[in-house]
């Protein structure tokens, strides 16, 4: 099994996670800076008790939110993990900088640098005096020095190669602040590959109390998979409570934001690579178990708040100032306020599509600006098994016309969703004269987006990256613009020829 946090979830007698942290004493070899920790999960919706899932308990996460706020509209950047992970890092949309397409930058050819004077939120910190690491993996499309990042030597492969060994918490100075993440496999303890050794952790939800979303057909093993999700986020639980022990074990609990969240949605079909709320809405708590006026503990925000806005927030709450090329906003700051946010996914691996959306607090716009594509054009997750039964049933005409529309040759346009009416986003009111005024509005937020911070996903792509995926994938690159390098010798150096 691959771990991303070599840890052992072993609750030792007499050891009270829930205590309170108060009474602990502020450690007098620490700088007076915050530490600032990332507890960075991938592939969960918010499936926790505390987001209101009573038949799934994790009450770690729920000790998270009582002494923190819990975000009930946080959103991320991209559906799939390189752009949404490359956004948190920058403080700025993918599609920015040209890093939307996911897996990008993995050949020198392809290769594609911040512009200069940029900064990633980790190189900010410890421009600041902050000791910074990264457990597990990075996961950008940008060719960067790791050790202008960070101060650990964890080596990190970019195919999902994640290194438990590293620093945590024993190489972390006394007497110097910390800016941390530590990945945990989150959703994907529920693949196939891994599960047994989840189930041996946790007892399994009882699969008579999980409902399927009315978009999946209700066969095994479709709900199995879906099941397996609430499993991976309570012994996603288990980690974090881990982790709590170790900082207050360490003296480190009372002057460290603890930030928990996920890189995008749960990973199967219209969630993960999909911009409806399964595939971007994410788990977003903030804890502090010291004093701190910006943080009321045990409450709950409704204001939409997007993934570029983790690493700039972190940055203020440490003290120092966002710089200003960073797109993403201080979500503690009284003069806060997001109208909407905007969410884009292109190139995922081998499959390209281009798609926008905006989500407002009440509608929910999406631009395919490839119709002519399915939504399920070959990808790389066609061959397991809930994917595999549910093309069997649409080839035989079994799904019913909510289920099916994803496996139709084509896609609107355009899409349109009253959320407060229809949160499954189902009824597609692009094209219904009642919604003219919101389609309109929505349009111009989308238009006054690209044009105020650019999208390169409007760009060609790149005829190095797409050779990288062809040599990979081979015949699953089914996509036109494959055809023009399917046939041809290009020299893709592996981008590691690059790192010092």
């Known amino acids: 099994m691959r771990t991303f ?44 008790s505390c ?28 559906p799939v993990c390189s752009a949404s992970r490359s956004a948190v890092i920058t403080g700025t949309m993918a599609t920015t900088f040209g890093l939307q397409n996911h897996h990008s930058s993995r050949t020198v050819e392809d290769a594609i640098f911040l512009p200069d004077g940029v900064k990633t939120i980790p190189e900010v910190f410890k421009d600041n005096g902050y000791f910074t690491f990264n457990q597990g993996k990075d996961d950008y499309n940008f060719i960067y020095n790791r050790k202008k990042l960070y101060n650990d030597d964890t080596k990190v492969d970019f195919w999902y190669t994640f290194v438990g060994a590293g620093i945590w918490p024993s190489a972390i100075p006394q007497n110097q602040p910390f800016f941390g993440q530590i990945q945990l496999e989150g959703g994907k303890l529920s693949l196939i590959q891994v599960y047994d050794k989840t189930k041996e952790k946790i007892t399994p939800i009882d699969r008579k109390l999980v409902q399927l979303p009315p978009y999946y057909p209700n066969i095994p093993s479709v709900h199995e998979d879906f099941a397996r999700h609430y499993d991976a986020a309570r012994a996603t639980d288990l980690e974090v409570a881990e982790i709590i022990k170790q900082l207050r074990e360490n003296n480190l609990l009372n002057n460290t934001y603890v930030f928990f969240f996920s890189d995008h949605g749960y990973k199967g ?28 503990k045990q409450s709950v925000r409704k204001d939409l708040i997007s993934g570029i806005d983790i690493g700039t927030t972190s940055l203020s709450l440490a003290g120092i100032q966002i710089p ?26 081998f499959s390209i599509d281009r ?146």
């Not at 205590?19 to 530490?35: E, F, L, R, V, Y």
């Open 5 to 48: 946090f070599k840890i052992g979830i072993i609750f030792f007698a007499g050891c009270n996670l829930f205590a309170n942290p108060i009474k602990n004493k502020k450690p007098s070899t620490i700088a007076d800076k915050p530490n600032v920790l990332w507890i960075y999960v991938e592939d969960l919706n918010p499936v926790f």
């Open 51 to 78: 987001y209101g899932e009573t038949k799934n308990p994790t009450p770690t996460i729920d000790y998270l939110a009582d002494n923190g706020v819990l975000f009930r509209k946080a959103f991320a950047a991209a």
């Open 269 to 296: 079909i219209r969630h993960k690579q999909f911009l409806y709320d399964g595939g971007i809405q994410i788990p977003l708590i903030v804890a502090y178990f010291g004093n701190d006026s910006q943080i009321k």
């Open 324 to 349: 200003s090329y960073m797109e993403g906003k201080n979500i503690f700051d009284s003069s806060f306020k997001r109208d909407h946010i905007i969410a884009t996914r292109d190139r995922c691996d």
């Open 355 to 500: 798609i926008r959306a905006v989500r407002t607090d009440k509608f929910k716009y999406i631009k395919n600006y490839m119709p002519n594509r399915s939504y399920t054009q070959p990808s790389y997750r066609d061959k397991r098994a809930e994917f595999v039964d549910i093309k069997k049933m649409y080839d035989a005409g079994e799904l019913n016309e909510v289920q099916a529309k994803y496996w139709l040759p084509t896609k609107p346009e355009e899409e349109l969703f009253d959320l407060e009416n229809d949160p499954f986003e189902i009824n597609n009111l692009a094209y219904n004269p009642k919604y003219n005024k919101e389609l309109i509005k929505h349009r111009k937020i989308l238009a006054n987006w690209a044009t105020t911070y650019g999208d390169k996903g409007s760009e060609p792509q790149n005829i190095y990256s797409l050779k990288f995926m062809y040599d990979r994938w081979g015949d699953r690159c089914v996509n036109e613009e494959y055809d023009a390098i399917k046939n041809i010798k290009i020299k893709n150096t592996p981008q590691t020829s690059l790192k010092k």
